[in-house]
């Protein structure tokens, strides 16, 4: 962290001078900044809606008064007034967890996409930068975070690497995650994975969440169908949250167990629906929103953790109260102070919108600016790619693959049968197959008619250099190449491919591109997306990236594969802690079994 | 704070041996210390009340579960089991705000009190004992709250001296609060009294409430009758509660504004039944139970905030919501982890009754070890006054008056009307009258058959050396004199008397005893009450200083005197910042003038 580790001092923190501000504006002897007029206040303390009055005071409210308060002669006259006609002034909204990388943007971009929702804060669990570019990537974006119109706060990854099965980037041991959670925009030690070992009191987990303890942060969990006894070995620990219940039995455990319930909307995992029930406000403040990962597509439909507090006030939930759970419950449990109301001295992030149905924001303030207007982020407030600090060498030029020649990805036949991926439809789990291969010459070759075809994972970190080759089933891919550096978690270079020769051209045009996505086929790139950050994400914005996304999908299509997004489908193939068969720049991980395993099926 | 400041490690946190303890238990590997079998679980976080089994693991919580799992082959024999038969198993109470030093008592001697009682910990402001012995007496007082079986949390006093009309024992000024806040056991900064200065402004108030926020812990509020733009401005600072509502419009109003809101039920002040509409599910966290103020016959006779917990739900609060207030929202407020809930990680301070109508707690448990059963304290828990820590020279021989001569009290006439001091039963209001006095020989004197005593001021901290005499009425004294060193807030030694002579003994004997109350007539101490820390509380009992005051109010009434807990009325007869006329070691205090007056009336 250098320099800004011996100073900490994140803008986000509130002056003397702010708070003098505020208390004079309140007290009347200064002018507000700024006066919001004619508006109703979504209140999160008492649940209420009811005419007010806002008066900013720069970055901060000053006060929140009723109109006849507010008229009266103790108010100086504000500098700025703005009418807003019966509209409601909303905090803005808090994002409980994400992973800004699943949505391929950095945070400038996504915030871009979800500030003009009124979404003005995030809490990022920085997971996959932080496998390729560890500490330094951490630094790196922690610097980012500084200057966007919308607030982030980050979660310490707690598990990097993932698995002594794979190659990562980086790793972020016990000392790392002591100095990160020292900077006062880290609020706590990221979603503990590992949840098997905590339970099994493993000393590496718990300490992880004792250095959460002791710098007075939280230690966030992640404990899918955890229940019983396991849970509640798992909370003992001090673990404070969890995101993963995908059922009304399994959130109502979690939550009368002491658990922060996270109720999740991603792109992929939707649990809403089941948990709605939960979204009541007689669960106080024990439960908040959050999106975990979102797609680009979904991100620009449908929105970030707006997207919860409309879905769920469209199904009947309490209004404020699903405000609150976007607001200022989150806020409460990251231990955040000033945020997530629309009161005296918190910070003037809000959000205008005519109605909490609709959850369209009219307009956005960010530390009291207005940063945007009708699902617009005003010029002033985005800065343009040329105005952001460039990105540096830490999480630039990420994909250092080695030398490869064209025997790089041959198969030796081990004679007999061969262990195969099964990638499946719409889900991130696989199944293992055996089969025999189709072999020539001694060698497994892809037999693309059997849909049969090669996978690789290259270890692209310029540490091992090791490659695992193996056979995937479920693409459909008739020739060809695809192939990506979004490779959960170690995010080596993926390519699956109906030919060697493309796989490698792929490989090479993504050490290019310093990562990203590719098509190719005949030795020609088709489609394209650069994402030249840690290979994980790009500057550009939302709708570009989107539109690439559309464009490799369709250029998938046309070189015959028949899975549906099938570069999220590639990106999760070398992920070795969701069954069944999974392929790292190791080889074959066979995750039920906890190990390596080789090509050859057993027996 | 001398070694302990180096490395202020509290016995109230929490080991990483602990933790692991506990997870151990819960996930069955080793047997609970402790099966509590049989009852149900008053769940804060949900609001239900279900039978459940709750595993102990040393001082931890590691699990509560279904009866069915806890019976299940994974839970390894307890080490002790104990049959609940139904009872209901809640939270150990948090009183959320209190001056132990009303009580006349040490901590241990309140603990003895409470603890019983169902109430495990409390938030300590020791404004009291601060006013007279500074950084050195809240250290001591710091290190006297390891060993309870009660947990104390402390606020550092914010208005240590409270005005410059008088003369404190000591000051805590920005430097020392600072330093304060750096022990684990301080919570935060105390209530903010000089809220005028507040809402001014005050650049010394206002940094105080920035310390507090700079240490990630709580300023606290006090503003009684604060509203409109004014309460916007206190809170607009920073503060973050109150506990001086006395009307539903007016709690309704702070908690609006996002004060958290401190429901207090003392002896003098009783709220809570003012506020009880605003005690609430649907205020979710943001309502808290406190005492403030409680003499030691109302401490015996009512408890302490178990009261409140009483009496909400006998005028129809929700239960578990009532146990909230006095418990989880308190710890949340102040941001102590693993703090009241029943649930695993969390410290097991519990209380089981076998109603929450009556709550009448047949047994308690701090840190997982049977204190009390009952309604009295356990041996092994309770630290006889043998084996206490003795107190420390910062808070003994704190009565150091100045030499005194039978003309110390001498009141020279000034030649027409004088101003004397009205005090009025049951309130610490007092009223400024002019009258006459009477005179002789160029002296004025006491006359009780007028009802015209003197009252005198000492400096006892044994700084300056000054001296106030006044006048007073109310009283009703016909000979003798009372006198006590508590004299809110600079705590100097008030005398009233009918005798010159009298109250020159009574202060002899107070200097003594190194504190206290007298009764004296004659020459003759006909009553007493040692308070030999710092002249504001004792290491006896409760129930031995309860039969001392009534003592001591029995002479005063064999005295004459007709005023309902005279030494108490006494002890405010100094406070300068409660209208209207008040008498400090520097003389008369016009409080709403804000300053020093003469003893002669002006015209």
């Known amino acids: 962290m250098g320099a800004s580790r011996a100073q900490p001092r994140a803008s986000s923190q509130i002056g003397a001078d702010e708070v003098r501000y505020a208390v004079d504006v309140a007290a009347g002897r200064r002018p507000a900044s700024l006066l919001l007029r004619g508006g109703r206040v979504v209140n999160v303390f008492d649940g209420s809606l009811a005419p007010a009055e806002v008066a900013l005071a720069g970055r901060l409210i000053a006060s929140v008064t009723a109109a006849a308060d507010a008229a009266g002669a103790a108010a100086m006259a504000p500098e700025a007034v703005v009418e807003l006609e019966g509209a409601l002034i909303v905090p803005g909204l808090i994002d409980g967890h994400v992973h800004i990388e699943s949505s391929l943007v950095t945070p400038a971009a996504y915030a871009e996409g979800v500030v003009p929702r009124g979404v003005t804060g995030v809490v990022w669990d920085p997971h996959e930068i932080a496998n390729v570019a560890g500490m330094a990537g951490v630094e790196w974006l922690l610097e980012r975070c500084e200057s966007l119109p919308m607030e982030v706060w980050i979660t310490v990854p707690s598990s990097v690497p993932s698995t002594p099965f794979e190659t990562a980037g980086a790793e972020l041991g016990l000392a790392e995650i002591e100095a990160l959670l020292e900077h006062p925009r880290v609020v706590g030690v990221a979603e503990m994975m590992s949840f098997p070992a905590v339970v099994a009191g493993d000393e590496t987990e718990l300490s992880k969440v004792a250095l959460a303890e002791a710098a007075r942060k939280t230690a966030e969990g992640h ?10 070995a798992y909370l003992a620990s ?3 949250s969890d995101h993963e219940s995908t059922t009304l039995t399994e959130g ?15 792109s992929v995992t939707r649990d809403l629906q089941a948990l709605l029930p939960l979204v009541t406000p007689r669960h106080a403040d024990r439960v908040g929103f959050v999106t975990d990962d979102r797609l680009p597509h979904d991100l620009l439909d449908e929105g970030g953790v707006d997207c919860l507090v409309r879905r769920s006030i469209r199904a009947g939930a309490d209004p404020a109260y699903a405000v609150r759970c976007a607001s200022y419950n989150v806020a409460r449990h990251y231990g955040l102070r000033r945020r997530g109301a629309v009161a005296p001295g918190f910070v003037a992030d809000l959000a205008i919108v005519a109605d909490l149905q609709g959850f369209a924001a009219r307009a956005v303030y960010k530390d009291g600016r207005r940063v945007a207007e009708d699902g617009r982020l005003l010029r002033a407030a985005a800065a343009g790619p040329g105005e952001r600090p460039a990105p540096a060498g830490a999480v ?17 036949d081990p004679g007999g049968p061969v262990r195969v991926i099964e990638a499946l439809p719409n889900q991130i789990l696989t199944r293992a197959l055996t089969l025999a291969p189709t072999v020539e010459g001694g060698r497994v070759l892809a037999d693309p008619a059997r849909d049969l ?36 978690d170690h995010h080596n270079l993926l390519a699956v491919g109906a030919d060697d020769g493309d796989m490698l051209t792929a490989a090479a045009r993504l050490q290019e591109l310093g990562g990203g996505f590719v098509a190719v086929a005949g030795g020609r790139v088709l489609a394209e997306l650069q994402l030249e950050i840690a290979g994980l994400v790009t500057d ?26 099938p570069f999220m489908a590639l990106s999760f193939l070398g992920l070795p802690v969701i069954p069944e068969l999974r392929l790292t720049d190791l080889g074959l991980v066979d995750v039920l079994a906890g190990g390596i395993v080789p090509f050859a099926a057993e027996g």
């Open 238 to 240: 001090g673990i404070g």
């Open 453 to 488: 075809l090669k996978l690789a994972c290259l270890e692209r970190h310029g540490r091992r250099g090791s490659v695992g080759v193996g056979l995937v089933t479920g693409f459909g891919l008739t020739r060809g190449a695809l192939a990506g550096t979004v490779g959960h």
């Open 223 to 232: 404990a899918p169908e955890l229940a019983g006894r396991a849970l509640q």
């Open 540 to 565: 550009a914005p939302l709708d570009r990236v989107e539109s690439a996304m559309r464009a490799l999908d369709a250029a998938a299509r046309e070189l015959g594969v028949t899975l549906p997004a």
């Open 396 to 412: 630039l030029g990420t994909v250092r693959l080695p030398a490869l020649d064209a025997t790089a990805l041959r198969l030796d």
């Open 252 to 266: 109502r455990e979690k939550l009368a167990a002491g658990a922060f319930l996270m109720v999740r909307e991603g």
